[in-house]
C-alpha cells in the first residue's frame, strides 16, 4: 500500500494544526540529532562523513511527495496448461512482439470442432425447412390479376395443398390457330396479325407469340401447324369469346383454317403451402391484385418457437467454435504480446493428469508505474498529464527519473477518519534502469508557490535560543555567526570550516524551507554525518532527516526519543518559527490532535 505525505494543504481550516506540527517536525529533527550525536559520543569511533547541501535561488512550489513500489507499466503473464509440444523460452530472454513463445497440443479442440460443425449442419437445414414452412403460410399472387372461384372459408383447418381460388390474368388474351404447312415458311414469332371479333364487330391487333409444328388434321385432311397470337383486352374480351385472324406478308394475306376461342395469359390455381387453420382471407371474389400481394394468411403452430430455438442453438455452436478456433490460434499456438524481458518461464507436468501447468512471465520495464493515493484536499491540485519527479535514494546516490501523473480517479474512496483519498497512477519512464518491486519516491510539483527566493534544504536547519541557524561554510565566520554551544544550538558536532549563521525563515515544504535573511543562495551547509558501512557489512548507516521524501525521521535504534515530562517540546506555545507563512508542505499533518497520526494514512 502506499503511503502519501503531501505538501501543500490549501483548506483554510487545517492551517493552525498544520502550524504545529511543521514546528514538531523541527524538534523531531533536533531530537535525532541529539540522540544520534549521543549514540556516537558513547558508542562510536567510526570515522564520521559530513553530508552537505547547498542553498539555491527560486520558486517554493507547492508539492505532494510520497513513495510507491514499481511495477511494469506493461506486463503480460501467460497460464500454461496442456501438452507441450514446442517450448522456445527461458528466464532472462529478450523477446520483441509476436516471437513464438510455446505451442500446445490441440488435437482435442480440432476435434471438438468437427463434432460442432456436423451439428451446426443439422440444424442449418432444420432451420431451412422451418422457413419454408413458414413461409407457406402466407399466400402471395404470384402475378397480377383477378381473384376468381375463391373455395375456402376463414378458421377452417386446411391440408397442405388445398386448394384456396383461382387468379387470372386478363391484361391480355391469347387464342391457338392452325394454318396449313404450306405456308410454314411464311409465319414467324413476332408477326403482326389481326384478330376479328365476329359477335362484337371488333378487331383487335395482334401479335405471333409461339409457334408449335404439331401435326393437326383438318376435315379436309390438310396438314396444320398451330400458332399462338396475343392481343391486349380493353377489357371487353372474356375467356371463351370467339375469333378469327389473318396475317399478312409481302406475298399477300394468310388465313387460318378455322376461328377460335380466347383463354386468358395466365390462370393459377393458390393453394395451401402448409397445414393448418386459415386464419385470414384477405381478398373477394374477383378483385384485382398486383404481384406479391399477401392473399391467405395461414396460422402454423409452433413454428416461430421452433425457428427461435434452431436460430439460439445455431449461433451458440457458431460462438463455441470461434472460441475454440481463437484457443487454437492464440492459447495454445502463443506469440507474445509486447516486447520485454522473459522473467519467469516454467512448467511442470502433472502426474496424475499428465498435464503440463505453468506460466510465462514478460515485462517491458522501458517505463514503470506506481500506485498512489491523493488526499482529498489536494485531488483538485492534480491534472492528469502533470509531470511528476520520481527518485530512489541509495546509500550512495540519489538518480531522479521523469515521470507523468497518467491517471487519477474521478471517484474518491472514504478511509479512516471520514478523510477520502483518490486513487492515482504515476507513470514512469525508466528507460531499463528501474526493476520491478522497487520503493521509489515521487514528487508532484503543482505551481501554486509564491515568488522566487533562497532556499534551504529543510533538514539543515537547526534551532538556538533565539530562533534558527544554518551551519555555513566559510573561511572566516561571516558576520553574526554566533557558537551554537553558547547560546543552546541544536547542533553542536559539526565540521570545522561551517560556522552557525542566524537566518530568519518562512514557509517550506517537505525539502525545502525559504530563507528570508542571513545567507544567499549557492552556499554550502552542513546537514549530519553518514557513517560508513561497519566492517563486513554491506550498506551505512544513516539517520533520515525529517522531510527527505516526506517521511518522519528514523531516530537510533527505532524509537522515539523520551523527552523531560514525557512531552514534545514547544516552541512558542505551538507556534510556527518568526516569519512562517504560507503552510506549503505538511498539508498531510492538517487537523491531527493529541499527537494522533493522519487519518487515511498507513
Not at 392 to 401: I, K, L
Amino acid at each position: 500500500m502506499d503511503t502519501t505525505v503531501k505538501t501543500p494543504g490549501t483548506a483554510a481550516g487545517a492551517g493552525r494544526g498544520r502550524r504545529r506540527w511543521l514546528v514538531i517536525v523541527l524538534a523531531l529533527l533536533l531530537a535525532a540529532a541529539a540522540v544520534y550525536g549521543c549514540r556516537q559520543l558513547f558508542f562510536g569511533e567510526e570515522e564520521r562523513v559530513a553530508v552537505t547541501g547547498r542553498t539555491t535561488y527560486g520558486s517554493l512550489n507547492q508539492a505532494l511527495e510520497g513513495s510507491g513500489t514499481t511495477i511494469p507499466a506493461d506486463s503480460v503473464t501467460y497460464e500454461i496448461n496442456g501438452t507441450v509440444l514446442e517450448w522456445q523460452v527461458e528466464a532472462g530472454q529478450e523477446v520483441q512482439a509476436g516471437d513464438l513463445l510455446y505451442v500446445l497440443d490441440s488435437s482435442e479442440l480440432r476435434d471438438q470442432i468437427v463434432e460442432y460443425e456436423v451439428e451446426l449442419q443439422e440444424l442449418e437445414e432444420e432451420l431451412a425447412e422451418i422457413d419454408e414452412s413458414l413461409a407457406a403460410r402466407q399466400v402471395l399472387a404470384p402475378f397480377a390479376g383477378r381473384v376468381e372461384a375463391i373455395s375456402a372459408a376463414e378458421g377452417r383447418s386446411l391440408q397442405n395443398g388445398a386448394a384456396l381460388c383461382t387468379l387470372v390474368d386478363d391484361s391480355v388474351m391469347k387464342a391457338t390457330f392452325y394454318f396449313g404447312y404450306s405456308v410454314r415458311d411464311r409465319i414467324a414469332v413476332g408477326m403482326p396479325a389481326t384478330l376479328t371479333f365476329p359477335e362484337l364487330m371488333l378487331t383487335r391487333e395482334a401479335v405471333v407469340a409461339e409457334i408449335h409444328e404439331v401435326d393437326y388434321l383438318t376435315v379436309e385432311g390438310m396438314r396444320c401447324f398451330a400458332v399462338v397470337l396475343e392481343c391486349e383486352n380493353p377489357g371487353a374480351l372474356t375467356e371463351g369469346t370467339v375469333a378469327s385472324c389473318h396475317l399478312e406478308d409481302s406475298a399477300g394475306a394468310l388465313y387460318a383454317v378455322d376461328s377460335a376461342p380466347l383463354a386468358f395469359h395466365k390462370v393459377d390455381t393458390l393453394t395451401a403451402g402448409t397445414a393448418g387453420e386459415l386464419a385470414e382471407i384477405l381478398v373477394m371474389d374477383y378483385e384485382r391484385v398486383e404481384a406479391g400481394q399477401l392473399l391467405f394468411l395461414i396460422e402454423s403452430s409452433g413454428g416461430e418457437s421452433r425457428r427461435a430455438t434452431a436460430v439460439k442453438q445455431i449461433e451458440h455452436l457458431k460462438e463455441n467454435i470461434a472460441e475454440l478456433e481463437e484457443a487454437i490460434a492464440t492459447e495454445y499456438t502463443r506469440y507474445s504480446d509486447i516486447t520485454g524481458q522473459v522473467v519467469q518461464a516454467s512448467y511442470m507436468t502433472n502426474r496424475m493428469t499428465g498435464t503440463d501447468i505453468g506460466s510465462i512471465s514478460i515485462y517491458n520495464q522501458e517505463s514503470m508505474q506506481i500506485a498512489v493515493n491523493i488526499d482529498e484536499l489536494d485531488a483538485d491540485l492534480l491534472t492528469p498529464g502533470m509531470d511528476v519527479t520520481v527518485y530512489r535514494t541509495t546509500a550512495s546516490d540519489t538518480v531522479s527519473y521523469p515521470a507523468t501523473l497518467s491517471h487519477l480517479s474521478l471517484e474518491a474512496t472514504s478511509g479512516s477518519g471520514g478523510v477520502s483519498t483518490f486513487a492515482a497512477e504515476i507513470t514512469i519512464d525508466s528507460k531499463g534502469a528501474l526493476a520491478a518491486g522497487v520503493t521509489v519516491t515521487y514528487r508532484i510539483d503543482t505551481g501554486e508557490g509564491e515568488g522566487e527566493g533562497v532556499l534551504a534544504p529543510i533538514q539543515a536547519l537547526a534551532r538556538y535560543d533565539d530562533g534558527y541557524y544554518l551551519l555555513v561554510k566559510a573561511q572566516q565566520p561571516p558576520e553574526g555567526a554566533i557558537d551554537p554551544a553558547a547560546v543552546g544550538g541544536s547542533v553542536t558536532d559539526y565540521p570545522q570550516g561551517f560556522h552557525a549563521v542566524p537566518v530568519e525563515v518562512g514557509d517550506f515544504n517537505a525539502g525545502s524551507i525559504r530563507i528570508l535573511s542571513g545567507v544567499g543562495p549557492d552556499e554550502e551547509l552542513f546537514l549530519r554525518y553518514q557513517n560508513p558501512a561497519p566492517a563486513g557489512g554491506d550498506s551505512t548507516s544513516v539517520v533520515e532527516e525529517a522531510g527527505e521524501s516526506g517521511q518522519m525521521p528514523t531516530f537510533p535504534g527505532g524509537q522515539m526519543p523520551t523527552f523531560p515530562g514525557g512531552q514534545m517540546p514547544d516552541f512558542g506555545s505551538g507556534q510556527r518559527p518568526g516569519g512562517m507563512s504560507g503552510m506549503s508542505g505538511m498539508s498531510g499533518m492538517s487537523g491531527m490532535e493529541g499527537g494522533q497520526r493522519p487519518a487515511g494514512r498507513n
